[in-house]
């Protein structure tokens, strides 16, 4: 992989406007990182937050948004892995708090916030596998931990509110569905 390498990126110039499709160059690697040529990521409401600068977290300005996805490794910084270990690897990511995301061509991503795949892993299936069940396992963990009986989910006809409802349903707590339509 070349030093110099021009990607294209969505670029977010100011809160509570669109992105702008820009050439840029990729994001060079601090230690610990890995290079991902992005296969997909996906427009959860976290990352509608984001862009509305509504999220509980604000990147400076201009950035690329995103918080997760799913691609390859193509270029790891790394005094704990091999290059041999892990180029070429199927993973879902998470974006960095600082820098850009996943909305773009490339991403620098932390390698602990990598989760490598089997090779024969949908990218497609792959690109939502981290943000979405994670918080269904968190909602789960804090009704537990309460000992709750019984909780309303909002938005229940979204991926989050299905995962969430399942593992809910399998501790025994009594779940309550609201939609809009």
């Known amino acids: 992989l070349s030093t110099l390498l021009i990607m294209r990126a969505l670029v977010l110039n100011s809160f509570k406007s669109l992105p702008d499709l820009k050439n840029m160059s990729a994001p060079k690697l601090s230690d610990e990182q890995a290079l991902i040529k992005m296969n997909y990521a996906p427009i959860n409401p976290s990352d509608l937050n984001f862009i509305n600068g509504l999220y509980g977290y604000q990147k400076e300005l201009p950035c690329v948004p995103g918080w997760e996805g799913s691609g390859v490794i193509k270029k790891i910084k790394s005094n704990k892995y091999k290059d041999t270990d892990l180029i070429g690897k199927k993973v879902s990511c998470f974006a960095t708090y600082k820098g850009n995301g996943t909305f773009a061509e490339f991403a620098a991503v932390d390698l602990s916030k990598c989760l490598i795949l089997d ?63």
């Not at 963990?141 to 991926?159: E, F, G, M, P, Q």
């Open 119 to 181: 090779e024969d892993t949908d990218l497609i299936q792959a690109s939502c596998g981290l943000y979405n069940p994670m918080t269904a396992v968190h909602i789960r963990d804090i009704c537990i931990k309460h000992d709750h009986r019984a909780v309303v989910l909002t938005a229940a006809s979204s991926n989050v509110a299905h995962q969430t409802f399942k593992l809910l349903k399998k501790e025994g707590i009594q779940v309550i569905n609201i939609v809009r339509k």
